[in-house]
């Protein structure tokens, strides 16, 4: 088996390496290395619209419909260095999630509305999917949209929606008919987040930001053309999207940029008088948790290239799912183990913005460990819990 890139792929990493050098300005790419969470939403906007003068904005998507047309290895890549690099992460929701959405099930005038904005990083979106109840068991949502003319009446509420404070537009599921099958009466919207009855509130989780919010729908009327597909097929939309999705969140850049934080981090920080990765204990640790950042990685490719497998894509999608977010927990203790109790006085990643004055004992590679760990706790559930996902591996893969 050969573990390699080809040269065709390597001249291609020396191009996008090139280009980000050339064009990341020094302080996005600190703002981007610390980390903050949510990240800079300026920064992801105007890389958004540097990314799209390009032609780079969505390279996973087809060519017809603005992506770049490369291979799935080469999509693997311009990852990669984009996060080496320093370069703000693309807000997942509208390239990621819905863009592929529209472009398999929507009608030609929802595509020509909706695509360009989503490439050029001119209109976010929010996901509306999690609802009280309604998180890992989403088909019994209860968020209602009724037929009244032209329009739908909705009336629910959302939770757990990623940066919805930031968005302009929102996709949302909905059930159309409570009288069928649950996973038959569910549809998707999409909802202009200024349409009266809509209020969205921030929530503040353990680590002290607001990545995610509680939306409510107060009789929000929405256009009847504004359902993706025809009603009652959300549910297969949001089993396609929620595939992507979790091939996505084996978060393999994100897993080695922590590992070279995590190195950086050892190497700097002491003990006994030496460097922290001078421990044998540390360095055996870091080394197994390296090897497994690696083995996953050769996962996810086998994904993308769609090699062979008796196991249907959506059961391997579920088990990457699975295998990223505990790395990234593990990635996360680790850090913070090396770092020890720093890691506590400097809680939060944006205090190294906000410190005056500028203490060189106390480098940017401090601060937000503590808080990584913390936000890190959810992300075996958010996307998917673990023990969802285990049923669907059982289910898909194994038949039981």
């Not at 280009?19 to 703002?31: G, K, M, N």
């Not at 920080?269 to 030496?274: A, T, V």
């Not at 203790?333 to 060189?360: C, H, I, K, S, W």
Request: charged share 25%; net charge neutral.
């Amino acid at each position: 088996m050969k573990l390699r890139f080809d040269r065709e792929d390597e001249i291609f990493r020396e191009e996008i390496s090139a280009f980000l050098t050339e064009t990341l300005p020094a302080d996005v790419v600190r703002r981007t290395r610390t980390g903050m969470h949510p990240p800079n939403e300026e920064d992801r906007r105007w890389w958004n619209r540097v990314l799209y003068e390009r032609g780079w904005s969505a390279p996973h998507w087809p060519a017809e419909y603005g992506g770049t047309g490369w291979s799935p290895i080469r999509q693997h890549i311009f990852e990669h260095e984009c996060r080496a690099a320093g370069a703000p992460e693309l807000r997942w929701q509208g390239l990621r999630l819905l863009g592929p959405v529209i472009y398999t099930f929507a009608s030609a005038e929802q595509k020509a509305r909706y695509l360009p904005p989503i490439l050029k990083g001119e209109e976010m979106w929010a996901q509306g999917f999690s609802e009280p109840g309604a998180g890992s068991d989403l088909a019994a949502l209860r968020t209602s949209a009724v037929l009244d003319g032209d329009h739908y009446v909705v009336n629910g509420q959302k939770m757990w929606t990623s940066e919805g404070q930031y968005s302009e537009l929102g996709f949302f599921l909905v059930r159309t008919d409570p009288t069928v099958k649950i996973q038959q009466g569910i549809s998707m919207l999409v909802m202009d987040m200024a349409t009266p009855g809509i209020t969205v509130w921030p929530t503040t989780m353990i680590h002290g930001d607001a990545p995610v919010c509680e939306v409510f729908l107060d009789n929000v009327r929405v256009p009847r053309e504004n359902m993706i597909g025809p009603p009652g097929s959300g549910w297969n939309q949001a089993k396609f999207l929620l595939a992507n999705e979790r091939t996505s969140s084996a978060e393999i850049p994100k897993a080695f940029a922590d590992l070279r934080r995590i190195r950086a981090i050892a190497s700097r920080e002491m003990k006994g008088g030496r460097p922290i990765i001078e421990d044998p204990r540390f360095a055996f640790k870091l080394a197994e948790v390296e090897l497994e950042v690696e083995a996953l990685e050769w996962s996810v490719l086998r994904v993308l290239c769609d090699a062979p497998s008796r196991h249907p894509v959506a059961a391997r999608a579920s088990v990457l799912k699975v295998r990223g977010s505990e790395l990234q927990q593990k990635l996360s203790e680790l850090a913070a183990e090396a770092l020890g109790q720093r890691a506590l006085r400097e809680y939060r990643r944006d205090n190294v913005f906000t410190r005056l004055p500028e203490d060189p004992s106390w480098g940017d590679h401090v601060p937000g460990a503590t808080a990584d760990l913390l936000y890190l706790r959810a992300c075996t559930i958010f996307g998917g819990a673990k023990e969802v996902q285990k049923n669907i591996i059982a289910k898909l893969a194994f038949g039981l």
